[in-house]
């Protein structure tokens, strides 16, 4: 199975606060990302979080981990039209492994007005 | 600012003809450079890095090869296509260091027919 797990679709109105989850199996995972992928595009790096933080805001965006339950979650306020992708969430294990990420399978985020 | 090229960005090739696509980085000197493939509705598959000129790992047993001929250029090849090697092709690089985040590539979308 995958060792990254998420939903694979969410559905928001605009102008609400999207949540999207994501857990992961590896407890030596040292930094944990998400990305979106626009249709017909490549990933875009959305923000990063370090293991031994518990959350990070940057914007309109918070990461929340949850290390105890392997747990990420990326919340988006005030959901936007342009915020419709498919956001991924992908694990790193340590330096020897930069670069080389182990993602989810992607959530699917369509926003309606 | 670093950035990333990939061409290709579609392609359509018959089953058992050759393939090349290539990628580069600007802006950066000794990145570590990724091949990842994503197959309809999954994550990305790591399929090659390269942590410097003409050092391939691969991560995934296939019909496809990785090349570096230069510091920011890597290139993924296939002798004879099959069916299976559809899919949409991302390439990366990193520093190799610090979050060890991946910055991708436009990608190739590839269709064996």
């Known amino acids: 199975g995958e060792d990254v797990e998420q939903s694979l679709f969410l559905s928001v109105r605009e102008g609400d606060s999207s949540v999207i989850n994501c857990t992961y199996t590896?407890?030596?995972?040292?930094?944990l990302y998400w990305y979106k992928q626009e249709p017909g595009a490549g990933l875009q790096l959305l923000t990063y979080i370090f293991s031994n933080m518990d959350m990070k805001q940057d914007q309109r965006l918070t990461v929340l981990l949850n290390k105890k339950d392997k747990h990420l979650s990326l919340r988006i306020a005030d959901t936007q039209t342009g915020d419709s992708a498919i956001y991924f969430c992908?694990?790193?294990?340590?330096?020897?492994?930069?670069?080389?990420?182990?993602f989810g399978a992607g959530t699917q985020v369509v926003v309606t007005p | 600012s670093q950035t990333i090229h990939q061409w290709p960005a579609t392609l359509v090739q018959p089953v058992g003809s050759p393939l090349s696509l290539e990628c580069t980085v600007e802006g950066t000197s000794n990145p570590n450079l990724y091949w990842y493939r994503q197959a309809a509705g999954r994550g990305l598959q790591l399929l090659f890095y390269s942590v410097g000129i003409g050092q391939i790992s691969s991560e995934v047993p296939q019909n496809l090869s990785a090349s570096r001929p230069q510091d920011r250029q890597f290139i993924l090849s296939s002798k004879k296509l099959l069916l299976s090697d559809s899919g949409f092709y991302l390439c990366?690089?990193?520093?190799?260091?610090?979050?060890?985040?991946?910055?991708f590539g436009q990608g190739t979308r590839l269709t064996v027919v």
């Open positions: 590896d407890s030596s995972s040292t930094y």
């Open positions: 990366a690089w990193s520093k190799g260091q610090g979050a060890g985040e991946a910055f």
């Open positions: 992908a694990e790193s294990r340590g330096p020897d492994s930069w670069g080389k990420l182990q």
